[in-house]
Nanobody, 116 residues
């Protein structure tokens, strides 16, 4: 059974950092072929792409997070990460992990709240 489990969310002050993890199970050795993405959805807003990383390691970021967030993956652990630095209140959202290789899967999300 394919599953994505996000972790690492929480409450952080503006300017702080968090590292999100997305552990993938049920993909076996095929995980490395999946494009992995982090998305977020703030209250009353549509879900939006934050960052994505291809199977070959190429990355893409939303303009709003460039220079502050870094996506990475460890195919030996079937895990993708999102390092978030210089967090702002507008980064507050539920963050979701997505795996995509023709067909796609979503995790349940982890809450990130940036507030003083």
């Amino acid at each position: 059974q394919v599953q994505l489990v996000e972790s690492g969310g929480g409450l952080v002050q503006p300017g702080g950092s968090l590292r999100l993890s997305c552990a993938a199970s049920g993909f076996g050795s095929m995980f490395r072929f999946y494009a992995m993405g982090w998305y977020r959805q703030a209250p009353g807003k549509q879900r939006e792409l934050v960052a994505e990383i291809g199977g070959g390691g190429s990355t893409n970021y939303a303009d709003s997070v460039k220079g502050r967030f870094t996506i990475s993956r460890d195919n030996t652990k079937n895990t993708v990460y999102l390092q978030m630095n210089s967090l702002k209140p507008e980064d507050t959202a539920v963050y979701y992990c997505k795996a995509d290789w023709g067909h796609y899967y979503w995790g349940q999300g982890t809450q990130v709240t940036v507030s003083s």
